[in-house]
C-alpha cells in the first residue's frame, strides 16, 4: 500500500480539481451573461493548471507555454485592438514553446497534409472579411498555430487532441473578428475548447516526459 502524498506533491491534484472548478465556473458565467464572473475566474485558469504541472516535474517549455497562454488570457479580457494584438502575440510565443517541446518527434505526414490543407482553405475564405490591420497578423499566427496542432500529435493521441481543440478554438475567434455567422454564445464554446485543449496539451506533455524519463532510467 503506498504512502498518501504530502508536500508539493498532494499539491498538484488539488490544482487540478481547482483548474476544473474555476472552468466549469468560468463557463457558467458565460452561459448566464455575468461577464463579471468571467472577469473573475478566467485569469484563475492557467495560473492553477500551471500550479498542477509544476509539482509534477514539467518541462521548462511547457511552463513557459502555459505561462504565456496565461499572458494571453489577461490581453483578450479586453477589447481593444492593441489588446487583441498583444493577446495573439502572447498566444504566438506560447505555440513555440509548445514546438520546443515536441522537439523532433516525428508527427503523422498524413495530418500534416490535412492541417495545411485546413490552414490555407480557412485564411483564403477568412481574408476578404479580416480587417485589413489584421489580415497579415492572423495569417502569421494561423500557420504557427496550425504547425503546433500538427506537431501536438507526436506526442499522442491525448496532446494531438488538445492541438486540435486548440485550433478550433482560436479559429472560432477568428471567424467572431470576420464577422462571420456564430453559433449561440460563441465565447462559452471558445472557451471550453480552449481550456479542455491546454490540459490536454499539459496532461499529453506530462505523459510523454514521463515515458521518456522512464526509457533514459529504467526503474
Known amino acids: 500500500m503506498s504512502a498518501p502524498r504530502t508536500g508539493p506533491a498532494a499539491l498538484g491534484p488539488a490544482a487540478l480539481v481547482c483548474f476544473a472548478v474555476a472552468t466549469a465556473a468560468d ?47 489577461l490581453a483578450l479580457l479586453s477589447d481593444a485592438a492593441p489588446a487583441f494584438l498583444v493577446g495573439m502575440g502572447s498566444f504566438a510565443a506560447g505555440h513555440i514553446c509548445y514546438l520546443v517541446l515536441f522537439g523532433r518527434r516525428t508527427a503523422s505526414p498524413l495530418a500534416g497534409a490535412a492541417y495545411g490543407l485546413a490552414l490555407v482553405g480557412t485564411v483564403s475564405l477568412l481574408w476578404g472579411d479580416l480587417p485589413e490591420g489584421l489580415r497579415i497578423p492572423v495569417a502569421g499566427y494561423s500557420l504557427l498555430l496550425t504547425a503546433m496542432a500538427w ?9 494531438g487532441l488538445g492541438g486540435a481543440l486548440f485550433l478550433l ?6 471567424t467572431g473578428v470576420a464577422e462571420w455567422p456564430q453559433p449561440p454564445r460563441p465565447d462559452f464554446w471558445i472557451m471550453a475548447t480552449y481550456a479542455a485543449a491546454q490540459c490536454l496539451l499539459a496532461e499529453g506533455a506530462l505523459a510523454a516526459d514521463r515515458a521518456y524519463r522512464r526509457e533514459v532510467v529504467p526503474v
Open 27 to 73: 463557463l457558467g458565467s458565460l452561459l448566464a451573461g455575468w461577464h463579471t464572473g468571467h472577469l473573475i475566474f478566467k485569469p484563475l485558469l492557467m495560473p492553477l493548471l500551471i500550479a498542477h504541472v509544476l509539482t509534477r516535474g514539467a518541462p521548462r517549455a511547457l511552463f513557459a507555454a502555459l505561462l504565456f497562454g496565461w499572458g494571453g488570457d
Open 151 to 159: 506537431r501536438s500529435g507526436a506526442l499522442g493521441r491525448r496532446a
Open 169 to 174: 478554438s482560436d479559429t472560432l475567434i477568428a
